[in-house]
Nanobody, 122 residues
Framework: VQLQASGGGLVQTGGSLRLSCVASGGTFSRNAMAWFRQAPGKEREFVAGIGWTVTGTRYANSVKGRFTISRDNDKNTAFLQMNSLLPEDTAVYYC????????????????WGQGTQVTVSS
């Protein structure tokens, strides 16, 4: 499975961005998809994940109520809608995939995209 993330950019505090992750190869509909992020000098952290059944979603406490993860299996694409962005959301965002269910640890994911930079100015 190859993953291609896009949609990052520079936005002001309170703004919105929508990240996309297009998958190719493998069976996308059977994979759980997730977004992680890594800020300079910090460890990579789980942001949000969605199971292959769509109904199972998980969020980091820091983004609950502001970010929404979704997927379109017909387009082999996962999305991360980010609203009410804060400067602390600034990071490189990575999409990841694994079989079946969502996990919150990065080492449980088999496939990774190249990352897209999100910068939120104050």
């Amino acid at each position: 499975v190859q993953l291609q993330a896009s949609g990052g950019g520079l936005v002001q505090t309170g703004g919105s961005l929508r990240l996309s992750c297009v998958a190719s190869g493998g069976t996308f509909s059977r994979n759980a998809m997730a977004w992680f992020r890594q800020a300079p000098g910090k460890e990579r952290e789980f942001v949000a994940g969605i199971g292959w059944t769509v109904t199972g979603t998980r969020y980091a406490n820091s983004v609950k109520g502001r970010f929404t993860i979704s997927r379109d299996n017909d387009k082999n694409t996962a999305f991360l809608q980010m609203n009410s962005l804060l400067p602390e959301d600034t990071a490189v965002y990575y999409c990841a995939a694994r079989s079946w269910s969502v996990a919150t640890m990065g080492n449980e994911y088999d496939y990774w995209g190249q990352g897209t930079q999100v910068t939120v100015s104050s």
